[in-house]
């Protein structure tokens, strides 16, 4: 066969196996993995270098306005170009339905924002508003077309949809073979800290931290996997940052819960002494669920090591260091008031390479499944994530040596800061393809606007996980009722 590409003499690292091999590629796609590929409109020499398949981020916010109004930072151009940079042939952001808004409306919006992005990509639905015509038709019609994924909040007085709308939208997934996201804090717990908080006027960013207690990020991972174990419906914690939230995961995902989960650099690279820095400084790293401490870091590296998350993602969400992001309801405003996320889609990978594989904290198999592979599995795209024979060309080629300090005057977002600033990083992603066409190659952009395309997704795939049959929902023992 006469490839379009060949990529030879690197070390392919697959979640499988690692080993030393080309990689044949033809009309977008992965033609051929050998020993030895002879041929090639272009090689590229990967002696030396890790050849991984291309990140799949799958926790973006991009051209996305907050519940409160806030616009990120990034839209679909430099969000994906960021991304690219970082590692990434693909990225699975969010497109939110405000309240009163129909799903169709949410679609055709992100739509035309999307157009703009550099990779392939595809979005998780977040539901504000599950009013019936939602669940029945307009949800439906989203998995329909690909879109098998969406995110809800138990906290947020605009946003949380309560216990009794959990179970009636994880009910309409289950039908569907969709997947529900959820970020999982009792909303009252961090009223109540507000409140008390406010009373006393502590509303300097580090109080952020202690309004959203552990406790509260515990008890609603524990509600929410409970709610879906009734209804019999797979689950996908998004941002865990507590030891004993993992713990429930691991605990409920090995006892063979439908349960998903991930968590993000940030709870592993910051701590909550980084929301005590001088003046509003602290703002920059006010995200939610909030940072907790190096205990935390450590409990979080182990679940990561020992399988409880699928997936570590950036949760990039990117708001100004100005008036136009964290800012925008005035400059000295009580933490409350101040736009909640922090950007990291491009640190992501290099970020869990360098603490991750090269500090021997995971295999190089592990990266590979924790930045691709298990969200492909997942989300169900089925043609990425992995490097086989028929699946997309999406390849990253790196070279675990190269050292990098963070600056965010080298990011490509449109950002004006990173929380990672000053950190030293081992391994770089040099080459970053997406369905065969080089999109990033030594630090210079290739891809143009708009060659991104959409990614009609397939049901979660359930392999390995049986998942709970709630005995009263059980016609067997519950006198013949059909409920389900
Ligand atoms: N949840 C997220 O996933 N990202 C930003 C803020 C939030 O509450
Ligand atoms: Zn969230
Ligand atoms: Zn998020």
């Known amino acids: 066969m006469q490839f379009d590409t060949v990529i030879h003499g690197g070390t392919i690292a697959t979640a499988d196996y690692t080993a030393k091999g080309d990689i044949g590629i033809k009309d977008g796609r992965i033609a051929a993995v050998a020993e030895k590929l002879e041929g090639g409109a272009r090689r590229i020499d990967a002696g030396g270098r890790i050849v991984v398949p291309g990140g799949i981020e799958a926790h973006a916010h991009i051209a996305q306005e907050s519940s409160s109004g806030v616009m990120t930072a990034d839209d679909y151009l430099s969000g994906s170009i960021s991304a690219a940079y970082g590692g990434n042939s693909s990225f699975i952001p969010f497109a939110a339905q405000q309240r009163g808004q129909s799903v169709d409306d949410v679609i055709a919006t992100y739509d035309a924002r999307a157009a703009r992005s550099v990779i392939d990509y595809s979005y998780h639905l977040i539901i504000s508003d599950p009013k019936p015509e939602v669940l029945e038709d307009q949800l439906p019609r989203a998995f329909a077309r690909g879109i098998t994924s969406f995110k809800v909040f138990m906290t947020y007085d605009l946003m949380n949809l309560g216990d009794g709308g959990m179970l009636d939208i994880l009910t309409v997934a289950r039908e569907h ?183 021997g904290r995971i295999t190089l198999e592990q990266f590979v499944a924790l930045s691709s592979t298990n969200a492909a599995k997942t989300f169900g795209c089925e043609t990425k994530g992995r490097i086989a024979p028929g699946m997309d060309a999406d390849i990253a080629i790196w070279n675990p040596e190269a050292r990098v300090t963070v600056t965010a005057a080298d990011q490509h977002d449109n950002m004006d800061y990173t929380p990672f600033e000053g950190m030293e990083i081992t391994g770089k992603p040099e080459i970053v393809m997406n369905r065969g066409a080089v999109i990033v190659e030594h630090g210079e952009l290739k891809a143009k606007e708009g060659q991104g395309r959409f990614v009609a997704r397939q049901p979660v795939d359930l392999r390995g996980k049986p998942g709970f049959t709630a005995k009263e929902l059980d016609p067997s023992q519950n006198f013949g009722a059909e409920l389900r």
């Open 177 to 359: 073979g969709a997947i529900t996201m959820v970020h999982a804090e009792n909303n009252d717990m961090v009223k109540w800290m507000n409140r008390k908080l406010a009373a006393k006027g502590l509303t300097a960013p580090k109080y952020h931290a202690i309004s959203r207690p552990e406790l509260a990020e515990q008890e609603a991972i524990n509600r929410a996997i409970q709610l879906a174990k009734l209804v019999d419906a797979p689950l996908f914690i998004v941002h865990v940052s507590t030891e004993g939230g993992a713990e429930i995961v691991r605990r409920e995902k090995f006892n063979g819960a439908k349960l998903f989960a991930e968590t993000c650099p940030q709870y592993l690279a910051l701590t909550r002494a980084d929301l005590d820095r001088p003046g509003m400084e602290g703002a920059k790293y006010i995200c939610s669920p909030p940072l907790r401490d190096s205990r935390t870091q450590d409990a979080l590296w182990h679940h990561i090591a020992q399988g409880t998350f699928e997936s570590v993602s950036s949760d990039h969400a990117p708001y100004r260091f100005d008036e136009t992001g964290k800012f925008l309801n005035g400059s000295d405003i009580p933490y409350p008031k101040i736009a909640n996320g922090m950007p990291g889609i491009a640190a992501r990978l290099p970020y869990l390479f360098s603490e991750g594989v090269v500090k």
